[in-house]
């Protein structure tokens, strides 16, 4: 056994804590202040916080011993690639995941001469950008839904104003528009899909 096995004096090994203290602070601020808050989706808070906090010990340690760091970025990229190209992630969702990675290979960097406080203002940046957006899609995104629809009389174009008050009060939404996706003229209903703001 090495000399060194018990000795956590190393300052490498306490760098490596700090850091990590400092990626768990900013991955929790994206992860549960921005991501949760907007989407309010838990299911995938666990992997954002062990694929963020997987990430930030593995380009940790790979950089302690030498490796390259773009090595360690390439591995990593391909761990994600492969694992997350067969799951059906939206866009956002995708985002949020390569985000978490993001922060938390910045934050592992043993960056010699570069001052801390210009990590933490990286991941601020970030962050901010990451609420600024979400405020932005959320003023102006849609929610979509299909609903099968009786009146046929109303899909006429010359009765467009009619439709959307009436699909307004009959889902309590204020519906924006409304797009025809299928007519059965058998059955005497058609498949509508429906716009709203959230």
Do not use: C
Request: glycine share 4%.
């Amino acid at each position: 056994m090495p000399d060194n096995f018990f000795n956590l004096n190393n300052p490498d090994f306490w760098g490596i804590l700090i850091r990590f203290f400092i990626n768990l602070i900013f991955l929790s601020l994206l992860i549960l202040v921005v991501y949760f808050r907007y989407s309010k989706k838990e299911k995938f808070v666990f992997t954002f916080y062990l694929v963020g906090i997987t990430v930030f010990f593995i380009s940790s340690m790979l950089k302690s011993v030498f490796i390259e760091f773009g090595m360690a970025v390439g591995l990593i990229a391909i761990f994600a690639i492969l694992r997350f190209r067969t799951r059906n992630f939206s866009l956002k969702d995708m985002s949020y995941i390569f985000t978490s990675i993001a922060i938390s290979m910045i934050n592992s960097l043993k960056l010699v001469g570069f001052p801390l406080l210009g990590v933490v203002i990286f991941n601020i940046i970030i962050i901010a950008t990451a609420v600024v957006l979400e405020e932005f899609t959320r003023k102006f995104s849609t929610v979509t839904h299909s609903i099968v629809y009786e009146d046929l009389e109303l899909l006429k174009t010359a009765k467009k104003q009619k439709l959307l008050k009436e699909i307004s009060a009959l889902t309590g939404r204020n519906i924006i528009k409304v797009k025809i996706r299928r007519v059965n003229y058998k059955d005497k209903t058609a498949l509508l899909d429906i716009s709203y703001k959230e």
